[in-house]
């Protein structure tokens, strides 16, 4: 009995692979399917258990393998129905079935078969869901968006790494669920990440890159500013570049302020974003400088500020040089956010790797961030043989007695470095500068200047009040830290 079953399957085994060599065609793909399928579902379950971090292993097996086991699979049947050689033996043809189904004794034979070739089938459709679900899952990865095209999206990848967002995947904020069908959007998704590979491909990659840039949509997932109120402190610390590099203290009381929600008004800072009225700016040429803003008011008073003394009225819909104020004009730096070198040290010393027992590290370090380097490799190595050898010259005292210090200092410094420059994308410091302040005149100071103002002299205010108000500037013990600490003394 046992033996008469293997031999019924053993000759159906031969039908189909007969069926298939009867096309050479169709042999090429079965062949090709045949043999990536074993990897694929070794390296499949390798990767459902977590056995493979690399990026590369994620790509090799859903984007390489997957597709060239389908690809195998689609030849194998196109083959099977058209490009049969001469002496096919026509499993699949209408004559041959009516054959076999006419003959008595052959007729279990093609039940058989059938049901051999449905279970064939059952397993395959599996086998190809799963590897088109994983696939499609793992192109949404911050493995796959950050680390897969190493140098071009390092820059973006380790600033993500470092930043309030870094548990928000790079699709989230990049890929826009609204922007018509589901599918759509996914596949632009993957298309930009390409397109940013292939043709955008500038070093410094040239922003605002208009494909990636989020929408408030993407923003108001997660925060409403209609339901913020209020100002909040802003404790800041820093380090003077002197011997004891002394700690100073910025506060600013932060007019935060509201989108205006329900019956509160909008106020504030987020006074811009409020439902009820709408900020629309034109940037010059070149795009640095805003020349002409126009509010339209609640009460659909519509209000024209120009730097230029030109009032005439921008018209048509919002577009690239005509924008609708949104948060991306302020956050432009929400999860990459490159640091100065200043800020950059600053960050590290509060967070105890480069100490501040050690005399004069402030200002050493930066001078030291400060210089060019041709990669970050080379930046590493060249900035511990500058650190060591001041501190051996100029502090023997320290080098000898604070090695330990020096030597994990040394290693912030370095740190300091690689995740603010990128010499191999020429990303150096200030490339990516953020909008949120008024460093160098920018951000807000675009149309907060005192420059921009109505034909009747109405100017955009730019009160050091209006925004803030600033309780201490880079000042050593400032009385506010005392009247917020009280005698339990400052932290
Ligand atoms: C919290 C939202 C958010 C997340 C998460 C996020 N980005 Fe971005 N990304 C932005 C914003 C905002 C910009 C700047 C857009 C602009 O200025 O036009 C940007 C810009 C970029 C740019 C253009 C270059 C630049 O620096 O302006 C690249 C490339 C990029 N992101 C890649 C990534 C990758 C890769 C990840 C995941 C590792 C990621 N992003 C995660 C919000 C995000
Ligand atoms: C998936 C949810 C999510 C999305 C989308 C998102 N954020 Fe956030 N964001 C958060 C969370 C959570 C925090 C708080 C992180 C923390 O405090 O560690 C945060 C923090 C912030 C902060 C405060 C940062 C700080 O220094 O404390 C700002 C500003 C911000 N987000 C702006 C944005 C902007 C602008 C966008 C759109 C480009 C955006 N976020 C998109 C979840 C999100
Ligand atoms: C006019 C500029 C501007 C616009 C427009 C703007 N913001 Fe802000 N936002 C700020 C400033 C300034 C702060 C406070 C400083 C900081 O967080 O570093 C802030 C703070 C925040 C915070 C942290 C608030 C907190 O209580 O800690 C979040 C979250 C945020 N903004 C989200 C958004 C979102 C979402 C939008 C768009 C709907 C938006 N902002 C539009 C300037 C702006
Ligand atoms: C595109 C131009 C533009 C930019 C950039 C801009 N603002 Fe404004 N802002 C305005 C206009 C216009 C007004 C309203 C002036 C008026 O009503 O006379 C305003 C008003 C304000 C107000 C007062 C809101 C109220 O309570 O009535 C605050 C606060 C403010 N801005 C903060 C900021 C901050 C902080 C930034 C940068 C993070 C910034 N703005 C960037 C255009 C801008
Ligand atoms: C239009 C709004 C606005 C106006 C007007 C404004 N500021 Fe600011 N200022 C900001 C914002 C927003 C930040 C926070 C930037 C950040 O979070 O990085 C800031 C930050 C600061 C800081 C802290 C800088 C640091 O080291 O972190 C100081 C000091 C300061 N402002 C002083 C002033 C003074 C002085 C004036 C008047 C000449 C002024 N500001 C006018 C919006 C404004």
């Not at 932060?254 to 205006?260: Q, Y």
Request: charged content about 20%; glycine content about 8%; proline content about 4%.
């Amino acid at each position: 009995m046992r033996k008469q079953v293997l031999d019924t399957s053993s000759t159906l085994i031969k039908d189909l692979i007969k069926t298939l060599a009867s096309s050479r065609v169709a042999m090429a793909g079965s062949v090709i399917s045949g043999v990536v399928l074993p990897v694929l579902v070794i390296s499949a379950i390798l990767d459902m258990k977590g056995g493979a971090e690399n990026p590369y292993f994620g790509f090799l097996i859903y984007m390489v393998m997957g597709p060239i086991f389908m690809a195998g699979l689609a030849t194998a049947v196109i083959g099977v129905l058209f490009f049969k050689d001469k002496e096919a033996i026509g499993l699949f043809t209408l004559e041959y079935i009516k054959d076999q189904l006419s003959m008595p004794g052959r007729f279990t034979r093609v039940r058989k078969l059938i049901y051999l070739s449905s279970f064939l089938m059952a397993l395959t459709t599996l086998v190809v869901l799963v590897v088109s679900v994983s696939g499609y899952k793992y192109t949404e990865t911050v493995s796959f968006c950050g680390q897969f095209c190493h140098v071009v999206m390092e820059p973006e990848y380790i600033t993500h790494q470092n930043s309030p967002h870094s548990r928000v995947s790079c699709v989230e904020c990049h890929i826009d669920e609204n922007a018509g069908l589901f599918t759509k959007a996914k596949v632009s998704g993957i298309k930009q990440i390409f397109s940013t590979l292939f043709n955008s491909f500038d070093r410094p990659l040239k922003t605002p890159i208009k494909s990636l840039r989020p929408n408030r949509n993407v923003c108001e997932k997660c925060h409403r500013p209609e339901m913020f109120h209020g100002a909040k402190l802003y404790l800041k610390d820093s380090y003077l570049p002197d011997e004891k590099n002394t700690v100073v203290r910025t506060v600013l009381l932060m007019k935060v302020g509201s989108g205006g929600y329900r019956t509160g008004a909008a106020q504030g800072i987020h006074w811009h974003v409020s439902p009820n009225h709408h900020v629309y700016f034109q940037s010059s040429d070149d795009g640095d400088s805003i020349t002409k803003v126009k509010l339209i008011d609640h009460d659909g008073s519509e209000i024209i500020f120009s730097s230029t003394g030109d009032y005439t009225s921008p018209k048509g819909p919002a577009s690239e040089d005509f924008r609708l104020m949104d948060c991306l004009d302020c956050h432009n730096r929400p999860t990459h956010i490159f640091l100065a070198p200043e800020e950059a040290i600053d960050q590290k010393m509060i967070e105890g790797l480069i100490s501040s027992e050690l005399p004069f590290i402030k200002r050493q370090a930066v001078e030291a961030l400060r210089l060019e380097y041709s990669s970050q490799t080379e930046a590493l190595k060249a900035i511990a043989v500058r650190i060591e050898s001041w501190y051996r010259d100029n502090e023997p005292r320290v080098y000898q007695l604070q090695w330990e210090q020096l030597s994990r200092a040394i290693a912030g410094i370095g740190r300091a470095y690689s995740e603010n420059v990128f010499p191999e994308m020429n990303v150096d410091w200030g490339t990516y500068g953020s909008t949120l302040g008024h460093r160098q005149g920018g951000g807000c100071f675009r149309c907060h200047e005192g420059n921009h103002r109505t034909e009747a002299g109405r100017v955009i205010p730019n009160g050091c009040d209006l925004c803030h108000v600033v309780l201490a500037d880079h000042e050593k013990d400032p009385a506010i830290m005392n009247l917020l600490y009280g005698d339990k003394g400052v932290k």
